[in-house]
């Protein structure tokens, strides 16, 4: 991709912000849908995100809402995140992020990872501490951020239903057969849907960073800087965040849930945990509609999907 530096350095020059453009660098971190630069400035080396993906209204979208959470998220709590400096599209419309540079190691390279578990779970419970109107991945209206649908509730029927016929109609598209028939699996996933409803309605939307594995959690010998990728922000239920977090283990629970009870939040943990798992069934078929053109992802995503909606529609509730 051709980078068009003209745009940032025009946006980044209202803030008195000016690259070293000599220094402009690849990053050694690429992504399916970033391309990732560092650069140097009279503030500081920064970091540059391109959006790749073709859709670029929902790429812009996406920029937008990291610079508003980031924003919101440093104005309200103490938890580490990077600072957005600015976003906008160049000149072919491309999508783009700066961000001021954390220097960090991903969690997931350390072999040690007791030491930040507690941390992590005191950051997780703030994030989970603040409100946010209605359900679902984050948008900015009116000069609040919010979730897209009505409430939490909406966000996983209306949202998983649509993920449903997109899978069906791609995959018809593609000449592949997908077992049960639509009508079949969308009658087992509205009957999931009657069976939690009371359990999820009831449940006051938080803010949710979206996509909490330990890739996303930058650590240096002193704890925790930094908390990145909030494109998949959301608010909903704190549930969401721990849906398919194998990697989190009982120190961070115990942690986690105590600190939100200090906070004032009341913790029913067996309905938490069960939350979680019908969150992780949701989560799966978002995942199959992302990847439904790609066979090993949407291979695993779709099978696990149906295996986990059987489970919980046979299980005692």
């Not at 859709?55 to 979208?61: N, R, S």
């Not at 419970?125 to 509730?153: N, Q, T, W």
């Not at 009658?187 to 938080?206: I, M, N, P, Q, T």
Request: overall charge positive; aromatic content about 12%.
């Amino acid at each position: 991709m051709m980078v068009d530096l003209e745009s940032i350095k025009s946006r980044l020059s209202r803030l008195d912000v000016f690259l070293d453009e000599s220094s402009l660098r690849l990053h050694s971190e690429q992504g399916l849908v970033n391309e990732v630069y560092t650069v140097e400035s009279n503030i500081g080396r920064l970091i540059i995100h391109f959006r790749k993906q073709s859709d670029k209204h929902v790429q812009l979208e996406k920029v937008k809402r990291v610079f508003e959470v980031s924003r919101f998220i440093r104005k309200r709590t103490s938890v580490p995140v990077p600072e957005v400096i600015t976003f906008g599209k160049d000149k072919a419309g491309c999508a783009f992020l700066v961000q001021r540079f954390v220097e960090g190691k991903k969690l997931s390279s350390v072999k040690d990872k007791p030491v930040y578990i507690r941390q992590l779970a005191k950051y997780i419970a703030e994030l989970h501490h603040l409100p946010i109107a209605g359900g679902g991945y984050l948008v900015f209206r009116s000069g609040r951020l919010r979730g897209k649908f009505r409430d939490y509730f909406s966000f996983l029927k209306s949202g998983s239903l649509g993920c449903l016929k997109g899978i069906y109609s791609v995959r018809k598209e593609l000449g592949k057969t997908v077992e049960p028939d639509f009508s079949v699996l969308r009658s087992r996933l509205d009957a999931f849907f009657r069976k939690f409803k009371e359990l999820c309605v009831g449940v006051k939307s938080r803010l949710l960073h979206g996509d909490l594995k330990f890739e996303n959690i930058l650590v240096d010998d002193n704890g925790i800087v930094a908390l990145v990728d909030l494109e998949w922000s959301a608010a909903g239920d704190p549930a969401w965040d721990f849906s398919g977090r194998k990697d989190l283990n009982d120190v961070f629970f115990e942690e986690y849930f105590k600190r939100m009870r200090s906070l004032g939040e009341p913790v029913d943990e067996k309905s938490f945990r069960l939350r979680v798992g019908i969150a992780w069934t949701i989560r799966l078929v978002f995942i199959a509609d992302t990847f439904k053109r790609d066979e090993e992802t949407f291979g695993w995503s779709f099978r696990e999907f149906k295996e986990n909606l059987d489970k919980l529609l046979l299980e005692e509730s």
